[in-house]
């Protein structure tokens, strides 16, 4: 089983991918926040300068539906040393598909086409391709499947859902199963609503030859999930009864996961231009690494009011010592 790790724009930068791999690890591939423009910003080229990315295994991601645009953006990466860019059809935000990008792109499948029969024909880079399965309706998906039926991608990304859907409902595992059957020759991976290692039994349940996850929010909330989903899958397959978890040391974890904040925290403030867009950064992945804790609220509401480092870092501490850690009860 391969973990990627999902690009968020704005969380999942090179600071965090580093930090990432460097407590918990287990991921194959990591993802960039997407490229727009040829003329990259600073904080773009930050995301794929090799220095940023060490020991990394890193694809750079494009959003974009103008295939010169994307040729562009594909030979100034190229000159970074990369052989891997991926192409965002799935981010399902308004301001993006508004303008025919991302999941919107979707909407117009003979242009959809005509753009990947010129980025196949002429890009110096392998292309994968991050999709959803539609916009408004299932009955959308085959027709996409018969447009990437034609083109050599290095991997198909697919986000069972709706562009509609964002991230409400039920993923339809039957668009993937679909994807498996039309596309025996593209490598597939499952992207959607990985949280815990129960859930992932139950995706494996539903289509035991997924070989390949990526995991986005999961991660944010739970940094342990991949070691938790691995553990849990041990403990089930294995007839050594001494791999089994008797005991998780909790407090040792807990420092763990501090280290891994303390550097993150550490990184943005080194390249941020002062506290308040450091802190707008930490906030934004507290939103999700609360979630990790039990009854953090009281405590995250403290860090998304704290206005300079210091009360920042004295929120953090409490949360950090009063708050216990979240196991999913398969690991306990």
């Known amino acids: 089983m391969k973990f990627y790790l999902a690009p968020m724009e704005g969380i999942t930068t090179y600071i965090f991918r580093n930090a990432y791999h460097r407590y918990f690890g287990g991921i194959d591939k990591y993802f960039t926040p997407f490229i727009t423009s040829k003329k990259m910003n600073q904080r773009e080229r930050n995301e794929i300068l090799p220095e940023h990315n060490k020991n990394l295994t890193v694809v750079p991601q494009i959003l974009t539906n103008r295939a010169e645009e994307f040729l562009q953006i594909a030979n100034k990466i190229a000159e970074y040393g990369y052989k891997t860019v991926n192409l965002n059809l799935g981010c399902p935000s308004g301001t993006v ?52 039926k034609k083109y050599p991608m290095e991997e198909l990304i697919i986000h069972p859902r709706l562009q509609k859907e964002f991230y409400q409902s039920t ?18 991976c499952y992207n959607g609503d990985i949280t815990s290692p129960n859930n992932f039994e139950k995706l494996l349940c539903a289509l035991p030859q997924t070989n390949c996850v990526m995991i986005g929010r999961g991660i944010l909330k739970n940094p ?81 009011k704290a206005s300079n480092y210091t009360e920042y870092k004295i929120a953090v501490n409490n949360l950090f010592r009063e708050c216990t850690l979240i196991f999913p009860p398969s690991i306990l």
């Open 97 to 148: 598909t508004a303008r025919k990008r991302g999941a919107g792109f979707l909407s117009i499948p003979h242009e959809l086409d005509h753009f990947l029969s010129q980025i196949f024909e002429k890009s110096p880079l392998n292309i994968s391709i991050k999709t959803r399965i539609g916009i408004e309706s299932i009955a959308e998906w085959p027709r996409i499947l018969e447009i990437y």
């Open 171 to 188: 993923p339809h595992k039957e668009a993937f199963a679909s994807a498996i059957a039309m596309l025996p020759n593209t490598p597939l």
């Open 224 to 304: 342990m999930l991949t070691s938790q989903i691995q553990q849990s899958v041990l403990q089930k397959t294995s007839a050594n009864l001494s791999c089994s978890t008797d005991f998780v040391d909790t407090a040792a974890l807990k420092e763990v996961l501090k280290a891994f904040h303390n550097e993150i925290f550490m990184g943005y403030s080194e390249q941020m231009p002062g506290e308040t867009p450091t802190l707008f950064k930490m906030k934004d992945l507290w939103t999700y690494l609360s979630e990790s804790f039990v009854a953090s609220d009281k405590h995250l509401k403290k860090i998304r």
